[in-house]
């Protein structure tokens, strides 16, 4: 637990002063539903900006750890969007239930951050990864790895933050972006990295051992 955790996202903190101000007035005025309904919407909200500390998994440079909450989608070879190589990525899928911190997979300085305007399918699809509005940072680990990671837009998430820029040093587990409601995080690693997760796991945001690293490069 590598860096500050306000345990309610900064990102929320517009959403829920504009919800508990109408839900406030809602009351004031004696309208019973629509101040019900607001306070429901208040602790949705509430629950979806959420950012608790999260013990960080691995403790080597070989480790590669979820760069998200949610569930395993996906698991395949393909190319890497940003790097001219072939690749294996492993796709998280956060849904609106799911913290939606995004947080570094590795030890690494960010090379590039790229945004690539797109349309807005379920994230749970396949063609989100191509065709979706999303962000794509490349990473070079501590020994010399490439990993791509790339923040999707959803069917609801109209919103991607990233907060880096090239240069900037991240550490595995730390906080470097946000997507608001509801996802994915496509992971794009060296196709001979052994990979620990498999498809259909719930994973959690640093907590979670994905895959390591075959070898380090040049060794």
């Given at each position: 637990?590598?860096?500050?955790?306000?345990?309610?996202a900064?990102?929320?903190?517009?959403?829920l002063?504009?919800?508990?101000?109408a839900?406030?007035?809602?009351?004031?005025?004696?309208?019973?539903?629509?101040?019900?309904?607001?306070?429901?919407?208040?602790?949705?909200?509430?629950?979806?900006?959420?950012?608790?500390?999260?013990?960080?998994?691995?403790?080597?440079?070989?480790?590669?750890?979820?760069?998200?909450?949610?569930?395993?989608?996906?698991?395949?070879?393909?190319?890497?969007?940003?790097?001219?190589?072939?690749?294996?990525?492993?796709?998280?899928?956060?849904?609106?239930?799911?913290?939606?911190s995004?947080?570094?997979?590795?030890?690494?300085?960010?090379?590039?951050?790229?945004?690539?305007?797109?349309?807005?399918?379920?994230?749970?699809?396949?063609?989100?990864?191509?065709?979706?509005?999303?962000?794509?940072?490349?990473?070079?680990?501590?020994?010399?790895?490439?990993?791509?990671?790339?923040?999707?837009?959803?069917l609801?998430a109209?919103?991607?933050?990233?907060?880096?820029?090239?240069?900037?040093?991240?550490?595995?587990?730390?906080?470097?972006?946000?997507?608001?409601f509801?996802?994915r995080?496509?992971?794009?690693?060296?196709?001979?990295?052994?990979?620990?997760?498999?498809?259909?796991?719930?994973?959690?945001?640093?907590?979670?051992?994905?895959?390591?690293?075959?070898?380090?490069?040049?060794?």
């Amino acid at each position: 637990m590598n860096y500050p955790h306000p345990i309610l996202a900064r990102e929320g903190w517009p959403f829920l002063i504009v919800i508990l101000v109408a839900t406030i007035i809602c009351s004031w005025l004696g309208w019973k539903v629509p101040g019900f309904l607001m306070g429901l919407a208040f602790l949705f909200t509430l629950q979806f900006f959420r950012d608790p500390p999260r013990a960080i998994a691995g403790v080597d440079s070989l480790a590669v750890i979820a760069p998200a909450d949610g569930r395993i989608i996906a698991i395949e070879e393909c190319d890497d969007p940003l790097l001219s190589r072939r690749a294996l990525r492993i796709s998280v899928f956060m849904n609106v239930f799911n913290v939606h911190s995004n947080r570094s997979p590795i030890d690494g300085e960010v090379k590039q951050v790229i945004h690539h305007p797109g349309r807005f399918f379920n994230a749970a699809l396949a063609k989100a990864s191509t065709e979706n509005e999303r962000c794509a940072m490349h990473l070079v680990g501590t020994e010399g790895q490439d990993v791509t990671c790339v923040q999707v837009a959803g069917l609801i998430a109209r919103r991607i933050l990233n907060y880096t820029e090239p240069g900037r040093k991240l550490a595995r587990g730390e906080r470097y972006g946000f997507i608001r409601f509801g996802s994915r995080v496509d992971l794009y690693l060296p196709p001979d990295v052994r990979v620990v997760a498999a498809i259909g796991d719930k994973v959690l945001a640093s907590s979670t051992l994905l895959a390591e690293f075959a070898k380090v490069p040049n060794a």
